[in-house]
C-alpha cells in the first residue's frame, strides 16, 4: 500500500551554480498552467490510498504567490490529511502570509534550503539570502511550525573547516529539529562546472564529514546525512525503498514495481505526456536497491524484513560475507549496516551491490 508522494514545483527566482535539478525560471503564466497539468496527472494515477507522508519540492515551491499556493494547496486536498506535510522553502521568498496559508492548509514541516551562512559562499552558489535575513526568517518560521529542516551545505570551493564550524554554530543557535547536509559535488550542465570549479579533495570532504557528525552529536545521526530531533518520516520511505507516487515534472516515482521518471520537457508535461522512463523492478533490482538506499541508513537493513520481503538470507547476497570480513558491514542478530568507521566510505561499499550477478 502506497502511503508517500512528492509532489515537483520546478519554478525558482534565480539559478543556483551548483544546481542540475529540474527547474525553471519562475513565470506567473507558465505557473497556472503547470498546476492544471499537475492536477491531470495527480486525477489520472492516483488510486484514493490514505497518505501518511506529501512532500511539497522543487524547484522553489515557495516562490509562488499566495493565489498559486492556493491553488496547489486545494489541488493536493485530495490526499485527504496526511500525517508529515512538507513543503520546501527559499528564505527570500518566505512571508508570513504564506506561512498561514501553509498552516490553513494542514502542512506541517518546513524544509528550509539554507546551504550556508556565509555570505561570501551564497553569493559564489548564486544564492540570494544574508546571514541576517535567514536568523530573521528561520524566527518567524518557528512562530508557525516547530517541525522544520534546515539544508546545509559543504565541501564548497575554497570553503574552510572553520567556515563550515562557524555555519554550524549558527545552525545549533537556532535549536530546530533536523539537518541535512551535503557535500557538495560539481556536476556536469551546472555554472560551476561551466566555470571549470573542482570538488575539493577528499581528505578535506571527510574533514569536513567528521566535523558535521561531531558538532551534531545532540541529534540522531540516522542518515549517512540526515541528523534529527524529529526524523523525516517521507525520506524514510526512500531509504526503506517502500513504494510512493511522484507527481510533477522531472519528479520520479515507484508505483506496482515499476519505477519511472517523468518528464522533464515543459511542453510534454503540459501535453499529458507525463512519463519518461519506467523500468520494473525484478526482484534483483529491488535486492539492488535495498542496499544501496537500506545501507544509508545507519540502522541498517532489518535481516528479518529482508528475508520476508525476497525469501532469501541476506548473507546469500553476493559480496555480503566479504564485506563482513572485511568488517565494513556489521551484522547483529536483527540488522546489517555499515560500520560507523567506514561512513564515509559508504558509496565505495554501495557499489559492491550494484549489478551484483
Ligand atoms: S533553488 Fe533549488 S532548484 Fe532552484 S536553482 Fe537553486 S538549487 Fe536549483
Known amino acids: 500500500m502506497i502511503k508517500s508522494c512528492y509532489i515537483h514545483i520546478p519554478f525558482c527566482q534565480s539559478i543556483c551554480s551548483y544546481c542540475d535539478f529540474c527547474k525553471f525560471y519562475y513565470n506567473e503564466k507558465m505557473v497556472n498552467e503547470y498546476l492544471d497539468a499537475l492536477k491531470k496527472e495527480i486525477d489520472t494515477y492516483y488510486k484514493g490510498e490514505q497518505l501518511e507522508t506529501l512532500y511539497i519540492g522543487g524547484g522553489t515551491p515557495s516562490v509562488l504567490n499566495l493565489d498559486e499556493l492556493t491553488k496547489l494547496l486545494k489541488i493536493l486536498k485530495v490526499f485527504n490529511k ?25 502542512i506541517n514541516r518546513i524544509s528550509i534550503g539554507i546551504q550556508t551562512f556565509n555570505e561570501k559562499h551564497l553569493k559564489y552558489l548564486n544564492r540570494h539570502h544574508t546571514l541576517k535575513s535567514a536568523l530573521e526568517t528561520i524566527r518567524l518560521v518557528k512562530k508557525y511550525f516547530t517541525n522544520i529542516n534546515v539544508d546545509l551545505m559543504y565541501a564548497l570551493p575554497n570553503q574552510t573547516l572553520d567556515e563550515l564550524n ?8 537556532l535549536d530546530v529539529p533536523h539537518i541535512s ?11 560551476l562546472y561551466n566555470h571549470k570549479e573542482k570538488n575539493i579533495d577528499d581528505e578535506l570532504d571527510y ?23 524529529i526524523k523525516s518520516k517521507h525520506n524514510l520511505t ?35 505526456n507525463y512519463r519518461k522512463e519506467e523500468i520494473y523492478q525484478t526482484n534483483k533490482l529491488k535486492i539492488e536497491n ?40 556489521v551484522l547483529t542478530n536483527d540488522n546489517l549496516y555499515i560500520d560507523p568507521k567506514f561512513w564515509y566510505l559508504a558509496n565505495d561499499i554501495l557499489i559492491n551491490f550494484i549489478n551484483n550477478d
Open 166 to 173: 562557524k555555519d554550524i554554530d549558527i545552525f545549533l543557535s
Open 238 to 272: 526512500y531509504w526503506k525503498n517502500l513504494e510512493y507516487y511522484g507527481f510533477g515534472m522531472g519528479a520520479s516515482g515507484y508505483v506496482d514495481s515499476i519505477r519511472y521518471d517523468n518528464t522533464r520537457s515543459l511542453n510534454e508535461y503540459l501535453n499529458g
Open 82 to 106: 496526511p500525517s508529515e506535510y512538507t513543503i520546501e522553502c527559499n528564505i527570500e521568498n518566505i512571508t508570513e502570509d504564506k506561512l498561514k496559508i501553509f498552516k490553513k492548509y494542514g
Open 207 to 229: 574533514e569536513m564529514y567528521k566535523l558535521i557528525c561531531n558538532r551534531l552529536s545532540n541529534y540522531e545521526h540516522y542518515e549517512t546525512s540526515n541528523f534529527g530531533i
Open 290 to 329: 535495498e542496499f544501496i538506499l537500506g545501507l544509508r541508513l545507519i540502522e541498517g537493513i532489518n535481516i528479518y524484513n529482508f528475508k520476508e520481503k525476497y525469501n532469501l538470507d541476506i548473507l546469500d547476497v553476493k559480496n555480503v560475507k566479504e564485506l563482513i570480513m572485511d568488517k565494513k558491514l
Open 181 to 191: 547536509t551535503y557535500s557538495l559535488i560539481i556536476e556536469p550542465h551546472t555554472i
